[in-house]
Every structure is written in C-alpha cells, then in structure tokens.
C-alpha cells in the first residue's frame, strides 16, 4: 500500500526517541544557577563507597561517567561539585516531560526517568512530518522545564535510540529508511540493545566487532551461538526491529546487581553480599510503595555461565528479612556448595519480582516503572 501524499509504502513507522541530556546534573544546574557551567557529579560521597549517577557534560571531559566511584570521580577532577542525588525534582522533571510527550501521542512508553520511545506514525497522516514533532518536542521541554533533551527519530526504536544518542547533547538526528544499513554498519556491536559486555566478548572471540560484521554472519551460526537473541541480533543487523512502542508495560521487577571488581570464592562473602542486596531492595520496594512474591538471585560465574534460582512465597513480602529468608537455599542452588574449582563469581544479583502496587492506584503504574527502570539502572552498575 502506498501512501497518496508521499507515494511511499505508508507501513513505516515513524518513531521518536527522546533522551534528556545528564539529566540529574542538568537538574542540579537549573535549580543552583552556580553550578552552571561547572563540573557536577551526582551520585554518592566520595569520601565512602559513594558511586556516580551522573555528571555534566563539563565533568565528563575529565574522563567521569555514570556507574564509576566518586572517590575516583574526585580524583579525576578534585575541583568538581559533588551533590547527592534529589530524585523528588528529577521525579517531577520527568513527569513534566512525559506529559508533554504524551500531548503528541498516547504511544509514549517511558524506559526510565528520563526517556521514552513515542509512535508518532499516526500523528504524521496529515502531513506533518516526524521531524517537525521532534523538533517542537525539544522546544518545548526546553521552554517548559529549563532542560535539554535530545531526540532521534528513525523507522523502529533500536535506531531512534542510537539516533538520539548520536548528537548528544541537545542534539537531533534523523535516520530514514533507505540510511538505516549504513548508518548501522560501522557502529560497534556493544551499541545494540541487549549487547553487553559479556556478550561484546563473545562476539569478538567470534570475530564479530561492528554491526557489519554482524550482518556478515549467517543466521544460523547466531541462533546456534545465542538462542532467541541470536535471531535478534541478526534483525537488527539488517535495521529489522518490529518492537512495538508499548504504552503500558507493566512494572515487573525490583532488582539489584553486582559486577565484582575481582571474582569472589568464599561462600560466606558470596551470601553475606547477598544479604546486603536484599537490604537494597527493600528499600527500594518500600520507596515505591512495592511488594512481590517471587525472590530470585543470580549468579554469573567466571566462565560467564549464569544461572538464576528463584522462589516464590504465598504472602507478598518486602521487608529485608523476609527477603533474606529465602537466600540461604536460593544461594545454595544457584551455587551447589562443592562446585570445582574454579567456581568463582563475577556477578550477584537479588530480584523481587511479581510487584503489586502496595498502595498506589493502577493509572500511575506507568511513572512507577519508570522509577523501577532507573533503579535497575543505578544500581545494576555499582561494580
Ligand atoms: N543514572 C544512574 N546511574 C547510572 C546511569 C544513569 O543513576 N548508572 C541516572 C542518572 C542520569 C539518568 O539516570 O541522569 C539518565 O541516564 P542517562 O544514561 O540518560 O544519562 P544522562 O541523562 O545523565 O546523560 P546523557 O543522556 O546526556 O548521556
Ligand atoms: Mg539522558
């Protein structure tokens, strides 16, 4: 079917996705006119284990980014501004900017706090054109909130996504249908969704660096390698993404993870690390007003195997030591005691999962998992 207007097949999707730029800092910055300008780094005390959330992009040319200790942050740049994370305002911030997301379109799905896909395909049957919406869209969070965003607007959301992150920050990007495969080839494998570092090393033993490199290997040679994901990775080689932009997906999850900076062996800091974990998502759980009924923890081993054991209780639970009660056996099946050596651990993670709104009514189930992303986020990468 062609469309009349542009005598283009008008099955093609017209997506946008929006990213505010160093979001937290960015929201530092507006509210404390002093530090525009300034290096800031958002995130925990430099003086403990504090870790990075965030930093203005003054603070990210000295070689700081998310996920890395602030004590190292300091040392990278000791004149930088070091301020605890106030997620009330970026809370607020965020609801201001879905708001005005969702003026475009109902199809806005939010990732986290501070980023969401929009459908604008049926906004554009008039003429207007995606890039236009874009464009007031990245005004309009400018005017409205005093923040920038940037803005990527493609045909499926893995190249919306790369598209907003391409002209970062305050930046707008385009990528249409018939630049899709170029755009994608010299791009590093480790920018494709679901592409980690585990998955970044696997590849590469294979020979596989770039997305062309991808796009080189049989299909066969990846579902083989990497089950369902290898059939991903094989669409999205070629710009195939048919995920749908999902408005109301349901919160699922609270978790905590860990990548260890050296593998650990000894059984009892394995479980007491654990132990800390579920502290951290009770937490959690208790601040979003969850419970779940399904605990699980998983472990990733030094060969990268990663096995999962999870248990599920009659009475939603919550708190701490509930969550800690189930551990001992879970730990013990995700890592027999007696494994052979080596049967060290590079990964620990606790999950509480099958969450109920403890309180909150189910039409705000949208912003709250945004906020179960984000922690997902935050605290996935406290390496
Ligand atoms: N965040 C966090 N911990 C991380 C990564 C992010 O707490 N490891 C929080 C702080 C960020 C916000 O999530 O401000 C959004 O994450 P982004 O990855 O979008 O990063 P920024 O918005 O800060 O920067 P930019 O998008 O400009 O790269
Ligand atoms: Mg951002």
Redesign the pocket.
């Known amino acids: 079917m062609l469309d009349e207007r542009t005598e283009k097949p008008s099955h093609i999707r017209k997506i946008i996705h929006v ?7 960015a929201v530092e910055q507006r509210d404390h006119p002093e530090l525009m300008g300034q290096p800031v780094v ?1 995130g925990g005390d430099p003086a403990s284990r504090g870790v990075v ?2 930093c203005s992009y003054e603070a990210r040319s000295f070689g700081i980014h ?2 890395m200790t602030a004590s190292r942050a300091r040392v990278l740049c000791p004149q930088a501004v070091f301020v605890r ?1 106030k997620m009330d305002a970026y809370r607020a911030a965020s609801q201001q900017v879905m708001r005005i997301l969702r003026s475009y379109t109902h199809l806005v799905e939010p990732l ?4 969401a896909f929009l459908d604008v395909t049926a906004a554009t049957t008039d003429g207007t054109l995606a890039v236009q919406i874009a464009k007031e869209i990245r005004a309009r969070i400018e005017r409205e909130t005093g923040l920038t965003a ?1 803005a990527g607007v493609s045909y499926n959301k893995a190249l919306a996504k790369l598209a907003s992150d391409w002209r ?2 305050n930046g707008l990007l385009v990528i249409p249908p018939d630049r899709g495969l170029t755009f994608l080839a010299p791009l590093h494998v480790s920018k494709l969704h679901g592409v980690g570092p585990a998955t970044v090393e696997r590849l590469s033993k294979m020979g596989i660096h770039t997305v062309l490199d991808l796009r080189n290997t049989p299909q066969e040679t990846l579902t083989r390698r990497f089950g369902k994901t290898g059939l991903w990775f094989y669409e999205v080689a070629r710009g195939i993404d048919l995920r749908p932009v999902q408005p109301h997906r349901e919160r699922k999850s609270v978790g905590y993870e860990r990548t260890f900076q050296e593998n650990l062996s000894d059984r009892t800091v394995m479980l007491n690390t654990l132990q800390e974990m579920a502290g951290q998502v009770s937490r959690r759980l208790h601040e979003l007003e969850l419970t779940g009924r399904t605990v699980s923890v998983k472990a990733r081993f030094g060969d990268f195997q990663t096995v999962t054991r999870a248990h599920t209780v009659a009475q939603p639970i919550w708190r701490a030591e509930e969550i800690s009660a189930c551990l001992p056996e879970l730990f013990a099946k995700a890592v027999p005691p007696g494994l052979p050596v080596p049967a060290s651990v590079r990964l620990l993670g606790v999950t509480v999962s099958s969450c109920a709104d403890a309180k909150v009514n189910s039409s705000d189930s949208g912003q709250l998992s945004l906020l179960d992303e ?1 922690m997902h ?2 605290l996935a ?1 406290l390496s």
């Not at 986290?112 to 980023?115: F, G, N, P, R, V």
């Open positions: 990213d505010m730029d160093a979001f937290f800092a958002v959330a965030t998310s996920a994370p986290s706090l501070d980023e940037s970062k920050p984000i986020y935050q990468q």
